[in-house]
């Protein structure tokens, strides 16, 4: 059976980072793609990076790159979202979500989300 699920979130300050986890089972990650997505409220899913499963490769959303970097750890079935420089308009539930091909918009499973709040 396939699950994802992220950890991680919380409240952080304006200029603070924090690091997401996405811990996997039922699956391996050289076998999948994974994307991390973000809803913030009234707002619609956007994406925030994806790590291939072949090569690991990394690809980011252009409003998070330079800030974010998305990383796997095979062994600990586990890949994260390092983000740094954390604005208020980063504020949202963060989503990890897996897929054999790609990166999309409807991949094929979904975690259930661990919530970013950035405010002072």
């Known amino acids: 059976q396939v699950q994802l699920v992220e950890s991680g979130g919380g409240l952080v300050q304006p200029g603070g980072s924090l690091r997401l986890s996405c811990v996997v089972s039922?699956?391996?990650?050289?076998?999948?793609?994974i994307g991390w997505f973000r809803q913030a409220p009234g707002k619609e899913r956007e994406g925030v990076s994806c790590?291939?499963?072949?090569?690991?490769?990394?690809f980011y959303s252009s409003s998070m790159k330079g800030r974010f970097t998305t990383s796997r750890d095979n062994a600990k079935n586990t890949v994260y979202l390092q983000m740094n420089s954390l604005e208020p308009e980063d504020t949202a539930v963060y989503y990890c979500?897996?897929?054999?091909?790609?990166?999309?918009?409807?991949?094929?499973?979904w975690g259930k989300g661990t919530l970013v709040t950035v405010s002072s």
């Open positions: 979500a897996a897929d054999k091909i790609s990166c999309h918009r409807n991949m094929a499973y």
């Open positions: 039922g699956f391996t990650l050289d076998d999948y793609a």
């Open positions: 790590i291939t499963g072949s090569d690991g490769s990394t």
